[in-house]
């Protein structure tokens, strides 16, 4: 009896850890992890999610008990403040120049138009198409022509929604919030991959995910045909 009593109690606390299972996500990735999660709740445990730019998760993961970020692996191996003990590759990002609907944009050198007013991008550090936005205009011998026009803020939804409402005419962000916007812009032309540093989506685990058998199974599940289908459909 006393045996049957200590299995129910592990079994109900190994049921707790899983209802407590947390995953925070780059901002830019929102829409395809959000569809992801969406399949896997029809069989399997619910997964809380919070997204925000790097600065954000960062900081929330040192408060909160975060199994599993899926971000830049750049950003992630350059940070201190978390130790990662594994990394599942998910997909390549891939910069983009995103214009309002309206604008005549065909190519990068088009930044230079004097028709091009404003320019929205992410901030370097804390979104990692902002780093690949500045690295982008300087290989590409751009950022002396356009420095003024540049309006920075802080995640990639901010520079989508700001090129949705033509608050600025065009913006760098990433094929994934170009595509998920395309009803309201203009249109998006890629950046050159010469011009940025590859971009590596992962889902980087934590301790505590190495020891949840509900964390393991959700990354199990991101190799999954479904789940890359849904990747690959937002452009990674």
């Not at 404003?118 to 690949?132: H, L, N, R, S, V």
């Not at 920075?152 to 998920?180: K, R």
């Not at 540093?197 to 058998?213: M, N, Q, R």
Request: proline content about 3%; hydrophobic content about 45%; glycine content about 6%.
């Amino acid at each position: 009896m006393k045996k049957m009593v200590i299995s129910v109690c592990i079994a109900l606390l190994s049921q707790l850890i899983a209802d407590d299972f947390k995953i925070a996500v780059g901002a830019g990735y929102k829409k395809p992890v959000q569809e992801v999660l969406k399949v896997y709740a029809e069989n399997h445990t619910k997964v809380d999610a919070i997204y925000g730019n790097m600065a954000q998760i960062f900081a929330q993961a040192k408060q909160t008990e975060i199994a599993l970020v899926i971000a830049d692996k750049k950003f992630l191996e350059k940070q201190k403040e978390l130790h990662f003990e594994h990394y599942q590759k998910i997909g390549e990002g891939v910069a983009v120049i995103a214009y309002a609907k309206g604008i005549s944009f065909t190519r990068i050198e088009d930044l230079k138009n004097e028709s091009i007013k404003t320019i929205a991008m992410p901030e370097a550090k804390k979104a990692i198409y902002g780093d690949a936005g500045i690295e982008f205009l300087h290989n590409a011998k751009l950022y002396e022509s356009v420095k003024e026009k540049l309006l920075v803020v802080a995640t990639v939804p901010q520079v989508s929604s700001y090129v949705s409402t033509h608050e600025v005419d065009v913006g760098i962000m990433n094929l994934t919030a170009a595509l998920d916007s395309m009803d309201k812009i203009g249109g998006y032309i890629k950046i050159p991959q010469t011009y940025y540093t590859p971009i590596e989506i992962v889902a980087g685990s934590l301790k505590a995910c190495e020891i949840d058998k509900a964390c393991q199974e959700f990354v199990a599940f991101l190799q999954t045909p479904k789940a890359k289908e849904i990747f690959v459909k937002y452009g990674l």
